[in-house]
């Protein structure tokens, strides 16, 4: 099992900056990456960003957050992180750290309880 403990989530205005914590713990051997999704009112959960852990640090980012976010790890203190930069209205959301892992051909995923994140205009 993995647990997966979020922080850094609050209230900004647009053009503002906050920075999303994600310390994991417990089987993290077997975490391949990590990443944040989130979730407005009414709307599906959405991928933000993530970055493998097991191969090269590679990242993947929505559209929408590309140039104003960044996700980055510290293996040491098994962390990563989403800097989100030049917030807008629409960024408001509650954040969700996602930890997954691959066994064969199959995914299996970690959630973290969220945080909420509101930009105000």
């Known amino acids: 099992q993995v647990q997966l403990v979020e922080s850094g989530g609050g209230l900004v205005q647009a053009g503002g900056s906050l920075r999303l914590s994600c310390a994991a713990s417990?089987?993290?051997?077997?975490?391949?990456?990590m990443g944040w999704y989130r979730q407005a009112p009414g709307k599906q959960r959405e991928l933000v960003a993530s970055?493998?852990?097991?191969?090269?640090?590679?990242?993947n980012y929505a559209d929408s957050v590309k140039g104003r976010f960044t996700i980055s790890r510290d293996n040491a203190k098994n962390t990563v992180y989403l800097q989100m930069n030049t917030l807008k209205p629409d960024d408001t959301a509650v954040y969700y750290c996602n930890a997954w892992y691959w066994v064969t051909s199959i995914k299996y995923d970690y959630w973290g309880q969220g945080t909420q994140v509101t930009v105000s205009s």
């Open positions: 417990g089987s993290i051997f077997s975490i391949n990456g």
């Open positions: 970055i493998t852990i097991t191969s090269g640090g590679f990242t």
